[in-house]
């Protein structure tokens, strides 16, 4: 059984950073790609950040600001956020393609959420 679990959030003052963290326990062959998707009430989901063996990518509202970064060896994907605004104020969620034997496919697994809350 693959949990992931997220750590991290909080309530940070305009300016100031975070860095969530999403680990993935149980037995795992591989990590494809990860990333991170973030909702704020009455919005629609925003992909914020993903990782990929080809590179990572970043939405515009977040670059410059956001890095995404992977520890292959500890199965654990952060998301380093800097110069927060309010408007980056959401339900942060990760993501990780995982291949749990050689012979599987890559799955998708979700982490369960982190409250972000930047605010003065």
């Known amino acids: 059984q693959v949990h992931l679990v997220e750590s991290g959030g909080g309530l940070v003052q305009p300016g100031g950073s975070l860095r969530l963290s999403c680990a993935a326990s149980?037995?795992?062959?591989?990590?494809?790609?990860a990333g991170w998707y973030r909702q704020a009430p009455g919005k629609q989901r925003e992909l914020v950040a993903a990782?990929?063996?080809?590179?990572?990518n970043y939405a515009d509202s977040v670059k410059g600001r956001f890095t995404i970064s992977r520890d292959n060896a500890k199965n654990t994907v952060y998301l380093q956020m800097n110069s927060l605004k309010p408007e980056d104020t959401a339900a942060y969620y990760c993501?990780?393609?995982?291949?749990?034997?050689?012979?599987?496919?890559?799955?998708?697994?979700w982490g369960q959420g982190t409250q972000v809350t930047v605010s003065s």
């Open positions: 993501y990780q393609g995982l291949r749990l034997t050689l012979a599987t496919t890559v799955t998708n697994y």
């Open positions: 149980g037995t795992i062959f591989s990590i494809s790609n």
């Open positions: 990782i990929t063996l080809a590179g990572t």
